[in-house]
């Protein structure tokens, strides 16, 4: 809204957005997972999405982009978050993650966004048969402008080398 509107000249964007309307540079494609509490119980693997309906979902608010891609990602499954017999809705990451690694329920985040809570015993991820879902974070101006080589300048200097891959257009 704030690049149409002009108060934002760029913006990295998780979240959909009309590739028509912009131009975009990939800055990076982060894995989505599901994680939990080492020691909260789950049905025996192998685990399918469906085995988890029965626990407490955690969920980011409506609206937001971490939660848009599980959203799609269910309704592709013919699914979606008012199926899993209870949820909680909480619009601070770290409250969701505190909240799964004290056992209250699942969740489903980036990867990197646990990554620390993984490697320290924390968080534990949960070895789903059939989630495989790797979402893109992009670079992205209003289509046209004349800014252009600009924009592509700063994201050039400031996202990581490794990460940056052109986005088709």
Known sequence: ???DRGTLDFALVEGYFTRGDYDCLLYSQEPYVAV???NYPLPPAPCRLEDLLDRRLI???????TRGILERYLEARGLGVEDFLRRVEVGNLG?????AARGCGITFLYLR????????GRLRRIALQDLEIVHDFNFIWRRGSIFRAQYEAFFREFAQPSAIIPAVQ
């Open 59 to 65: 969920l980011r608010e409506s609206g937001s982009g």
């Open 36 to 38: 939990c509490a080492p």
């Open 95 to 99: 409250a969701i993650k505190a909240l």
């Open 113 to 120: 966004a646990v990554q620390a809570e993984l490697a320290q």
């Open 1 to 3: 809204a704030g690049l």
